[in-house]
């Protein structure tokens, strides 16, 4: 509809919207229109409503033409109450079709951007993980939230107030010229000065305003980034050096600003005094046509009451049009989100994935990042149901992204893994990962209750449920100690609990959970030395009967795995049981001796907490090759 109003407004008015960018403001409000379909009853009737509105207003002035040509200078008495009824109806009438109208539209309003939050959150959450590590999380929040809310602005206020001024305008026009065409075409014609002004600014501006709305996005990044460092910033005291570099990003969204206002007060003045020059004609002209040409003094009257329905809606119309430009700005931002078409996404054909047993097989599987190939390399390995697998090697080998490969939040680049000889490339994602369970070295928890940190493993588990597992995650003794218990909340990413107590808590959501594959990466290496050996046996009770990934420095969880292998520089170097490996005076028989000491005892601190170091790693890997 909007669409169709600019484009009978003539040439100029449509070409004021930019058509050459992919996002362009004819691009973004199609896009825009194309969302409000579902809402067309509601649009059409507030349009319905706007139409009845605008006739009201064109009603008045002819009112008062009647009144002061009939009424005073013409002593037709008789007609006084009738013309002040009329003006009554027709007021009564416009104010409650604009009320009317903008019920309707403000809801339809909301509605449209309830469901366009929906639909942004929901496909940016469907991305692949690689999604997330190339873009920062504040500006991704940036475009979901503030430039969200910006559409919202041009939604709800500004295609209301648009299309309202334009129908203004074309009626304003029509009736001017219909009275006089003389004075009217002579009011009517500083208007298109005014479009050419628009087309001008347009063109500056657009990128302006673009650059302003990805300077916003850093700034929310950096602030987002600042907020959850913020231990690490007070930790080495570096306040001022964290708060001089945000203060840097705010200066330049600051400075990009300044040159949106800069274009701003050049334009918006000069559509001011283009509307002050049509005003001057009008009553100049008007008042030499009553003068020398019997034009009455009632019509100058109706066109003095006219010419502010007409150069009211060209100056609104021009304040909307940079609405446009800041909205057309955001509204690529955010349609740039809805666009992103995810490099990691289900098979058409996919289908569940049935229950697994647990047999995992790698298949020639290589695999490396945008930054850093060849992390992974041929490697082959297969894994029976419901043994435990420990993968052990210097840090950046390739052994966390093994665990990424098996829950496909990668696909190999060659190779295949498959899950009971089922490729997992062939099943939803969703199914794959539902039969999985992960326990971090630091586990994230969420800003919410014990309860529902333990319940996030398998939403709708009864209380009974969650406090069974947190009693085999070895955590219902200090839960219960919490001021309220399981209702107690755990503050953001937990940090109103201890190290250990956190662990514990993702222990208990993984038991809760019920996976029949659970990977454990590096679990114990962020706890205090006190929690740890609790934490073990909570990990070795939620291991039995499950196939089992384990990756660790530590040999104290890894040595009664049921596989160890050993993973250097993406490849697969050694693989066996801890006796079976020791035996081979190979690379882990090295590892252990670095750790534990030539004698196999080594000092009591090593041996509680098995550590593998890395540099000692990398000291006997390189030593024994």
Not at 196 to 209: A, W
Request: hydrophobic residues 45%.
């Amino acid at each position: 509809m909007a669409l169709k109003i600019l484009q009978l407004c003539g040439e100029p008015p449509y070409h004021f919207f930019s058509r050459a960018s992919k996002y362009g403001v004819m691009s973004v409000l199609r896009r825009i229109l194309h969302l409000l379909r579902p809402y067309s009853g509601s649009i059409f009737a507030g349009l319905f409503c706007m139409l009845l509105a605008t006739g009201a207003m064109l009603a008045q002035p002819i009112l008062w033409q009647h009144m002061a040509d009939d009424v005073v200078l013409d002593k037709q008495h008789h007609l006084f109450w009738p013309i002040i009824g009329m003006m009554v109806f027709f007021g009564l009438v416009g104010a409650f079709a604009t009320g009317l109208r903008t019920w309707l539209l403000e809801r339809t309003g909301q509605r449209f951007v309830l469901q366009l939050r929906k639909d942004v959150y929901g496909h940016v959450q469907r991305q692949p993980l690689s999604f997330f590590h190339e873009r920062r999380t504040g500006d991704l929040i940036s475009r979901m939230v503030g430039d969200v809310d910006t559409l919202q602005e041009v939604v709800i206020n500004g295609t209301d107030t648009f299309i309202s001024n334009i129908l203004s305008m074309v009626g304003v026009a029509a009736v001017m010229i219909w009275y006089d065409w003389r004075l009217g075409t002579l009011t009517v014609a500083p208007v298109f000065f005014t479009l050419i002004l628009m087309v001008r600014y347009n063109k500056k501006v657009k990128p302006v305003y673009r650059a302003a709305r990805d300077k916003l996005g850093d700034v929310s990044a950096k602030l987002q980034e600042n907020i959850t460092g913020i231990q690490t910033v007070k930790a080495f005291a570096r306040e001022d050096q964290a708060g001089e570099k945000f203060s840097q990003t705010i200066t330049n969204y600051f400075t990009q600003s300044l040159l949106g206002i800069s274009l701003r007060t050049k334009y918006m003045p000069a559509v001011q005094f283009i509307s002050f020059v049509g005003n001057v004609i009008m009553i100049g002209f008007g008042a030499y046509l009553v003068i020398y040409d019997n034009l009455s003094i009632g019509v100058l009257l109706a066109y003095r009451g006219y010419w502010w329905h007409l150069y009211g809606p060209v100056y609104s119309i021009a304040s909307i049009n940079d609405l446009l430009q800041r909205a057309n700005a955001s509204g690529a931002r955010v349609f740039e989100l809805l666009d992103h078409v995810p490099d990691l996404k289900d098979a058409p054909d996919a289908k569940e994935m049935p229950k697994v047993k647990g047999e995992v097989v790698f298949d020639h599987v290589s695999f490396g990042y945008p930054t850093r190939q060849n992390v992974i390399k041929d490697i082959t390995l297969k894994i029976p149901a419901g043994i435990s697998v420990g993968l052990v090697g210097i840090s950046g080998g390739g052994k966390s992204t093994l665990l990424s490969l098996v829950q496909r939040f990668y696909d190999p680049q060659t190779g295949s893994i498959r899950i009971d000889g089922v490729d997992v490339k062939s099943v939803t994602q969703s199914s794959l990962r539902s039969q999985m369970a992960t326990v971090l070295q630091e586990s994230f928890l969420f800003n919410d209750t014990v309860l529902e940190n333990i319940r996030f493993g398998r939403p709708g588990a009864s209380r009974e449920d969650v406090e069974r597992a947190a009693r085999d995650a070895n955590a219902h003794e200090f839960i219960s100690e919490l001021p309220q218990g399981y209702d107690t909340p755990v503050g953001e990413r937990g940090v109103k609990l201890s190290g250990g107590q956190r662990q514990r808590i993702a222990i208990a959501r993984a038991f809760l959970a019920n996976p029949r594959i659970l990977l454990l990466d590096e679990p114990t290496s962020a706890v205090e030395p006190d929690s740890e050996a609790i934490i073990q046996q909570a990990l070795e009770h939620l291991m039995e009967g499950r196939t089992t990934f384990i990756v660790s420095h530590r040999l104290s969880i890894i040595r009664s795995c049921d596989l160890i292998v050993v993973i250097e520089n993406g490849q697969v170097t050694e693989q066996g049981t801890h006796a079976e490996l020791l035996s081979r005076e190979g690379v882990y028989a090295g590892m252990v001796r670095m750790q534990m000491g030539t004698d196999g005892r080594g000092d009591a601190e090593t041996r509680g907490r098995g550590d593998l170091p890395v540099t000692a790693l990398h000291a006997a890997s390189t030593r024994i090759q």
